[in-house]
């Protein structure tokens, strides 16, 4: 069997000049729409509950919605790429968000609004995968980078998002209105990139490298990682404000706002990690990243003072924004012959993540406190800084593999 030797099947640092295309333009464009979204939902919650006479527990649904919408796109994504091609299904999956927000608004009762947040979840998540797919296909040894500034886009949104809700309302207008701009801004980007060409999987490539449907043991090595850390990232998110209220003995205001420095963190990583993929191995980043996330969630966790607590809270930040985009990179690199089904099953990953660790901290809170609580973040952390080891050695393992194939 003869087979070209792809340049996306290494994971070893870029040796040209990053070259971000209209394509990647209008990838980073569209992704920050997508994160508006999710980050909208914290800060426009109290309202919706206000509004509708919601409960914490009818609350708690809506955000539990959005991570099964995410969880059930890893299961169906690579199937709804493969019969509505590429194009199509980043559009649908796009048309998905705004229908999904504009139920959100118009809902009255709680059925309803769980339905659109569920809907725009799941089709955010398509719209995800394929981006994630394409990058990965037409980049190569480049796809660290845009994934990572793909994440920094992101970041900046959701940075954006609660300022753009709290700003509307203060102005005396209704908390409604970022996100009805962004169903407008959904309409106004399909009228200017509608018309652009996205690539499909070459039919030669998919002979050449035809898999069998299963996925490298690699691949779920590093799928294990992003469960880890997603589900750390997600615990730091929900409860990190209970945490310096109660723990550190911040006043309410002052614990709220703080939590902004793991936001900072995170856009801060990643524009650092953009810069550091085009100069190292992911399998030198990805570990110091892990391993960095772990010692700063100690010096959160275990700080004397209010203080140190917040600066623990941005280290982890600053380890943790990488976390992700490497891990995810790393990954797609062993299957490159099956990354639109790998981009999807990764979504099972972050859903079930962001659907279960934080309900199991709360519950542990409840019973033991917070404090006790997070000694279950510390266990992840510490579980994922060792998956990343056992993850690389798979890796080097797979690419050998594939490079024997190309010699045969």
Not at 30 to 36: E, N, P
Not at 262 to 270: D, E, L, N, S, Y
Request: hydrophobic content about 55%; glycine content about 8%; aromatic content about 10%.
């Amino acid at each position: 069997m003869i087979i070209e030797a792809p340049s996306k099947i290494t994971n070893t640092p870029v040796q040209r000049a990053f070259v971000r295309t209209r394509l990647i333009w209008q990838f980073y464009i569209l992704a920050g729409l997508c994160s508006f979204v999710a980050s909208s939902l914290g800060p426009m919650m109290p309202f919706l509950r206000t509004e509708l006479h919601f409960n914490y527990t009818v609350t708690a649904y809506h955000f539990s919605a959005f991570a099964l919408g995410v969880l059930i796109s890893g299961t169906v994504g690579d199937r709804v790429m493969s019969l509505l091609g590429r194009k199509k299904a980043m559009w649908s999956g796009l048309a998905g968000v705004a229908l999904g927000v504009a139920t959100l608004l118009l809902g009255q009762n709680a059925a309803v609004t769980i339905f659109g947040i569920w809907l725009a979840g799941m089709c955010a998540s398509i719209f995800g995968q394929v981006i994630d797919t394409v990058i990965a296909e037409q980049l190569g040894e480049q796809r660290t980078i845009a994934i990572t500034e793909t994440n920094i886009v992101t970041s900046i949104c959701a940075t954006i998002a609660p300022a753009a809700v709290g700003l509307f309302v203060a102005a005396g207008v209704n908390w409604r209105a970022p996100l009805a701009m962004l169903i407008l801004s959904i309409a106004t980007a399909y009228v200017i990139f509608g018309r652009n060409k996205i690539p499909e999987s070459s039919e030669s490539y998919k002979e050449q490298m035809h898999g069998n449907g299963k996925l490298a043991g690699a691949y779920w090595a590093y799928w294990f990682v992003i469960l880890l850390g997603c589900a750390s990232e997600w615990s730091i998110v929900f409860w990190s404000p209970d945490f310096l209220q109660n723990v550190a003995k911040m006043a309410k205001p002052e614990a709220s706002a703080a939590v902004s420095a793991f936001f900072v963190a995170m856009m801060a990583g990643r524009i650092l990690g953009s810069r550091l993929a085009r100069s190292y191995n992911i399998r030198v980043l990805l570990p110091a990243a892990a391993s960095f996330s772990l010692a700063g969630f100690f010096v959160f966790w275990l700080a004397p003072n209010p203080a140190i607590n917040v600066v623990g809270l941005f280290l982890v930040g600053l380890g943790v924004a990488n976390m992700y985009p490497l891990t995810l990179s790393a990954a797609l690199g062993v299957v490159p012959e099956q990354v639109g089904l790998a981009a999807s099953r990764m979504n099972m990953a972050t859903g079930a993540a962001g659907l279960c660790a934080p309900l199991i901290l709360g519950g542990i809170a409840d019973r033991s406190g917070i404090y006790n609580a997070y000694g279950v973040v510390a266990v992840l952390l510490t579980l994922a800084v060792g998956a990343v080891f056992w993850a690389n050695r798979l890796a080097v393992q797979e690419h050998l593999r594939l490079a024997e194939l190309v010699d045969d």
